[in-house]
Every structure is written in C-alpha cells, then in structure tokens.
C-alpha cells in the first residue's frame, strides 16, 4: 500500500471515529446545526491539509479539538462582520413516529443544560463537553485544554458543582 492510501484510510478511520464528538462539541459552543456543520467540516479540511503536507500529528483527536475551537473562535469574532441565516428555523418538519411529549421534555432538559452550559467559565465548559458528552478520557481532555489529568479532573469536579447549583436555581 502506498503513502498516499495509507494516508486516506488512516484519515478515513479518524473520521468515522470522531466526527460525532467534533460536532457535538461544535454545536455545544454554536448552538446552530448548519454552522456547526460547517465548522466541523472545516476542522477536517485543515487536519487533511496538514497530513498532506506531511506534518507530524502526534495526538491527531487532540489536534482536531483544537483546531475546531480554534474556528469557534473565529466565528464569534467574524459572526457581527456578515449576515446569518439560520437554516435550522427555516424548516419544520414533522415526523408521525416521534413521541412530542418526549421530545419536549428531551429538548427542555437539554435547553436547561445548554444554558447552564453556556454560564460556565470557557476551560470548564469544554472540559465538561469533552469528558461527559464526546466521552473522551481524562487524558485528552488534559491534552486539550493545555492542564495536567489531576487538575483537569480538578476542573471538572468543579464545573459540575457549578453546573448544579446553575441548574437548581433556575
């Protein structure tokens, strides 16, 4: 097998590994579907665009975390320089086997989370979102926010009690 397939079935494997975790950390910080598609799509560019240049990646889920804050950033910093539409708005459809009850509940709990989410410091919150929601380990979470495991894992206690008290006050 030569380089260049290897590199294609390698960036394939990564993908269908993390593209989830990506995105829901994406949309965790952007809250909209087309934008967080749109900023994951881009983290996989970029990570494609390095290993093609040949670029050592030792920790390539670390680099892709960071690479898709990196974006959040920018967004937020360009998101007043151009219009948005929503596209998640523009369209309600209706499925007949969806339970509604269920699904506002879903939607309400994960409102109040997302909320809550949103008034934690940015360090807690992503360290939260990659450790409970992407499900990645302590280690990764540690590598991604630049912190050793026992104070990451410090973090987290904290921004857990923090997200608590949030949630129980509304």
């Known amino acids: 097998m030569d380089?260049?397939?290897?590199k294609k079935e390698n960036f394939s494997k990564l993908y269908q590994e993390t593209v989830e975790k990506i995105y829901r950390f994406v949309y965790l910080k952007v809250s909209s579907k087309a934008v967080a598609q749109?900023?994951?799509?881009?983290t996989f560019t970029r990570y494609w665009d390095q290993v093609c240049?040949?670029?050592?990646?030792?920790?390539?889920?670390?680099?892709?975390?960071?690479?898709?804050?990196?974006?959040?950033?920018?967004?937020?910093?360009?998101r007043d320089k151009r219009p948005e539409l929503d596209i998640d708005s523009c369209f309600n459809l209706k499925d007949?086997?969806?339970?509604?009850?269920?699904?506002?509940?879903?939607?309400?709990d994960a409102r109040q989370v997302q909320?809550?989410?949103?008034q934690l410091r940015g360090?807690?919150?992503?360290?939260?979102?990659?450790?409970?929601?992407?499900?990645?380990?302590?280690?990764?979470?540690?590598?991604?926010?630049?912190?050793?495991?026992?104070a990451?894992?410090?973090?987290?206690?904290r921004a857990l009690k923090q997200l608590r008290q949030i949630i129980e006050e509304a």
Do not use: C, G
């Open 115 to 118: 909320v809550a989410l949103a």
């Open 3 to 6: 380089n260049s397939n290897l």
């Open 96 to 108: 007949e086997k969806v339970n509604i009850e269920q699904t506002a509940i879903l939607a309400d």
């Open 53 to 78: 240049r040949d670029k050592d990646i030792q920790n390539p889920p670390a680099f892709l975390f960071r690479t898709a804050h990196n974006l959040i950033v920018d967004h937020y910093r360009n």
């Open 152 to 157: 990451t894992r410090v973090i987290i206690h």
């Open 123 to 150: 360090d807690w919150r992503q360290a939260v979102s990659l450790y409970y929601i992407d499900k990645a380990p302590i280690s990764e979470v540690a590598q991604s926010l630049d912190k050793s495991e026992a």
């Open 38 to 42: 749109d900023l994951t799509s881009e």
